[in-house]
Structure formats: structure tokens, C-alpha cells
């Protein structure tokens, strides 16, 4: 039905349009007619009334041939626009020469000039006929590059590409056509990404979800099959279905802080904050974790820095997942220290480590969600020998340093990974001052 509809309006606007060309081209008409009528009754000519009756009837059956043929056309009735634009000319050329040779045989000339004046005629309509073709053949051939980079692009093939030439319009048509290539390209390399994205987030989370599950079922099965019996073991088991529920937890946690980061749902509650403070209580709370692996955590703070503009609990998360990052891929009798620094309108906090460092070949995509230095690994050997990608949860999603580009981005700040030369890794991220009063 919608279809039937919009073939109607198109009917409709295409009769439309013809009636308003007839109407501008009758208004024109008439206009010349009255000028022409001016100039010949001025003259005091006896024949006047007759020579403008014979303009009023030519003027009516140019109107009536120019009219149908505009109709006729417009039903699809000619193939090529060449030939379209070539039988105007005709069209027209055959009405001024009618027009010519009736009123000249009528009202000016003999019948001895009436030859010469019939070549003459002939050979200005072989003119405008040759001239017609020509500019027929420079508008179609500029039309069959269109059409041809039209079909480029309707066979798949984005980078296709239009030379800007031609007239001013075709021109334009052309510009407009290489932007929406442009734009089109674009966005099927962004949709291509974001499907590799999408597979690579499939293949994590599922990978994530099914190591921590399958531990869980086989603990289980073993205390209910009584594989395990001795209290001992069951305890053991008991701990250890604690820590993977707790992984799957913090898995499931930052999925859903990703998705909310980037369908920008996420609201910050900007406020001065002292940098200092939040980086003592970050450490704290990590000292267990630290001890556990032989880390040592430090602090290398000035006393008189200023505030910052943040969201406390968003920035401690972001030093919480850095700090957890570096307690991880340190080994033991290894530190991890936390710097802060003015830079300008900013202040600039570092988490340097003692670990086995990234290689460089991994740095530029440290902050993909998912991302891991090498996919081969097991998520039980991420978590000991370490991966560059990997940091925020316990399971080793690799979706902590993601989460941490978003929240300091939101914040307006930077953040980046570089590879000291002392060794190591260094997670670096810039915070606003806050303004003071």
C-alpha cells in the first residue's frame, strides 16, 4: 500500500510539475506577444490585426506541441537523455521554423525568396541540431561517470571515487557523491569494527565465564558425589567456589560499568578533591593483596598539591584497577609506586611497577576493551605470568584499563602506558585542577 502511494505522489508531482512548466512558458509567451503587439501596432501597419493574430495562434500551438512533448517524455517513452535533449532541440527548432515560414509567406515574402529562405532555415535547424548533439554528448558522458561510480559502489566497492568536472551542477553531484562514499567507507569500516569487537567480546566473556563455572562444577559435583568427604577438603573447596564466585561477581560488575560507560549513562559528580587522599586510601586497601605477593606499595606525593576536579569514587577505581594491574604483573620483592605531579592546568598521576613490562608492539591497544597481549593464554595463566590487557577483576577480563581510559576521559583528562628504560611499566593519567576561589 505504501508503495501504491508513493508511486501516486510521484504521478501526481510529475503532472504537476509539467502543468507548472507549461504555465511559466505560457506566461512567457504571452509576455513576448505583448511586446511584440506593442512594437507592431506602433508602426501603423495595415496588416497589424493580422500579424497578431497569427503570433497569438503560434504562440497556442508552440505551447500545445511544446506541452505534449514535455508529456511524453516524462513517461519514460525515451531511452537516453541524449536523445531526450537532441529531440527537444528538434522540437523546437521545427516550431520557430514553422512559425518563421508561415508568417513570412503570409506577410513578407514572395514566392521567388521563399526557396532561399526555406535553406537558409534548414541549414540553421542542421546547426543547432549538431550544436545540440555535442552539448548532449558533454552532459551524458559526465552522467556516465556518475553512473558508473554508482555502480562501482551498488557492487560493493566503497572506495569508489568521482573526477570533480563538468558543469557547476555536475560538479556539486559529484562532490556530494565522493562525501557519501566517504562517510559510507567510514562507517563500514567502523561496523566491521565494531563486529570484530563484538566476536572478540563474545569469544572473552565466554572464555571468562565458562573457566570459573567449570571449577564450580566440578567442586561441586565432587562434595555432592563424595569425592570430597574429609572436612579439610571440603573447606578448601568451600574457599576456593568463594573466590571464583567473587571473580564471576567482578566479571559480571564491569561488563555492566563498560556498558553503561559507553551508552553514556554514567553521570559524574564533579567536586575538589585532594589527590592525596585518595591515592593513601587506594593503597590501603590494596596492601592486603600486595603483602599476599610480596609487593611493596609506595607513594611519592607533595604535600602542597592542589585539588583536583573529579568524581572520587570514579577516580578510585581508576587508581584501584592501575594499582591492581601492577600488583599483578610485579613479582615478588618487586614495588609498585604511586607518583603525583603538577603539570600546568593539570596534575598528572603515575603507577609505576617493577614487572615484566609490555611489549611495544602491545602498548597501543593496552585500553581495548578485551584486549591481551597474547590469546592463547589461559586466564589462570594471565593472572600469574601476566598480560598487558589484562587488569580490574580477578578473572582477568581485561576490561580494567578500559574502564579506566572511559572514566578519565569523561573526567576530560588523558591516559596513556609508557615503557620506562629502567624497566618496568608506567600507567600515567591526567586530572583538571580544580578552580580556586
Known sequence: MSAITSLSSSRAQSVWGTLTLVAVAAAGAIAVAMLAAIFILGMHRADAVLLLQLLVVSAVVSLGIGGLFIRVSAGRRWGRLAAHLTAAHLV??????VNIVVTAVTMFISSHDLALLALLLGYSVAIALIFSALVSRSITSSLDVIQAGAGRMAAGDL???????????????????????????????RQRELEEMRQELIAAVSHDLRTPLASLRVMVEAIADGVADDPATIRRYLRAMQHETISLGHLVDDLFEMARLDAGQVTMRLAPNPIGTLVAETLDGMSAQAQRSGVRLGAELRDDLPPVLIDPDRIQRVLYNLVQNAIRHTPADGSVVVEALERGPEIQITVRDTGEGIPAGDLPRVFEQFYRGDKARSRDAASTSGEAGEAGTGAGAGLGLAIARKLVENHGGRIWAEQPASGGTAFSFTLPKAEMS
Open 92 to 97: 523546437g527548432a521545427m516550431v520557430v521554423l
Open 159 to 189: 572506495s569508489a571515487r568521482l573526477d570533480v568536472g563538468g558543469t557547476r551542477e555536475l560538479a556539486d553531484v559529484s562532490i556530494a557523491f565522493n562525501m557519501m562514499a566517504m562517510r559510507l567507507e567510514a562507517a563500514f569500516a
